[in-house]
């Protein structure tokens, strides 16, 4: 879907960093690293009809959906990091945890009912996974045949949290089960979880 590879990815981010850390955004960012290789593989099955439901690390998902670096540039330095919508595109993230998810299935059993050919993919992060949000909308929609894929981009931490030490757990609920509508990557990111490490942001 683009000409977008690891390097070119990355320097992105990092100019949105030295913005950032420069205070030319004003507003909360959060930054993606190391993940560069499995989202460009997962967006290899991604046609530019199928629709994208991200949470507030999207840069990179827009960039693959197509959304051209200057409208997204522009978009970032006005505070819609942590919420980047762009229908045009058929892309949307939301800023709140599992906000995308609900709207995501309801967008893919309108999909199967108009027996369009579209499909949905949902992002979302490893502690987000966990939630009953969650659960219910992989669970509803595995029972319902319905077109989506739910990608959970695993980097072991809730804000500055491990994620696996909240559950006492070794392995996470997508580890354990065999929903067929669920993939995963794990990734160490570079980067906080928001912010770009060098300027106090709240």
């Not at 579209?118 to 939630?131: I, P, Q, R």
Request: aromatic letters at 12%; one cysteine or more; glycine letters at 6%.
């Amino acid at each position: 879907m683009s000409n977008w590879d690891s390097k070119s990815m990355q320097h992105f981010e990092n100019e949105i960093a030295e913005l950032f850390n420069k205070g030319l955004i004003k507003y909360p960012i959060h930054l993606s690293s190391n993940n560069e290789t499995a989202l460009l593989e997962i967006f290899t099955g991604i046609t530019r009809d199928d629709w994208i439901f991200c949470s507030w690390r999207s840069h990179y998902h827009c960039l693959l959906k197509g959304v051209p670096i200057e409208v997204l540039k522009e978009a970032i330095l006005h505070g819609k990091s942590i919420a980047l919508c762009f229908p045009e595109y058929k892309i949307f993230s939301s800023a709140i945890v599992a906000g995308q998810l609900a709207i995501a299935t309801g967008t893919a059993m309108s999909i199967k009912k108009r027996g369009a050919k579209e499909k949905v993919w949902c992002f979302l992060g490893d502690m987000t996974s966990e939630t009953g949000m969650a659960q219910t909308c992989i669970r509803f929609a595995m029972n319902h045949d319905l077109p989506i894929t739910f990608v959970i981009e695993d980097n072991n931490i809730s804000v500055l949290t491990d994620t696996r030490s909240v559950w006492n757990t070794s392995k996470l609920m997508y580890e354990l089960s065999e929903f067929p509508n669920v993939l995963s990557y794990k990734y160490r990111n570079n980067y906080p979880h928001a912010g770009a490490g060098k300027r106090v942001q709240f």
